[in-house]
């Protein structure tokens, strides 16, 4: 069983940064890819970025490459979203997943999910 817990979100301003966190808790966090994925009101969830148990592979929605950077810290079981030059469109949900299938994660159906920590970003 994986339990994750996001945090980091909050309000901001357009062109504004936030740093969100998802700590896991589990074992063997570094036999887990993780991911970020998120949801707008009104819109389905969509993927936001990925990384490999390693770190030593990313993966990234267009909607946010180059402002936004994935990363992890397998001694503190936890993985970052860097959320640069943030824009209204970028309002949502944002969940944390896992799963030991790397795919999995990238496709949208990770075994495991965070209960989610809201971005707003203020035009």
């Known amino acids: 069983q994986v339990q994750l817990v996001e945090s980091g979100g909050g309000l901001v301003q357009t062109g504004g940064s936030l740093r969100l966190s998802c700590a896991a808790s589990v074992r063997t966090f570094s036999a887990y890819a993780m991911g970020w994925f998120r949801q707008a009101p009104g819109k389905e969830r969509e993927f936001v970025a990925a990384i490999s148990w390693s770190g030593g592979r990313l993966g990234y929605a267009d909607s946010v490459k180059g402002r936004f950077t994935i990363s992890r810290d397998n001694t503190k079981n936890t993985v970052y979203l860097q959320m640069n030059g943030l824009k209204p469109e970028d309002t949502a949900v944002y969940y944390c997943?896992?799963?030991?299938?790397?795919?999995?994660?990238?496709?949208?159906?990770?075994?495991?999910w965070g209960k989610g920590t809201l971005v707003t970003v203020s035009s």
């Open positions: 997943a896992a799963d030991q299938v790397g795919s999995t994660v990238v496709a949208g159906t990770p075994n495991y």
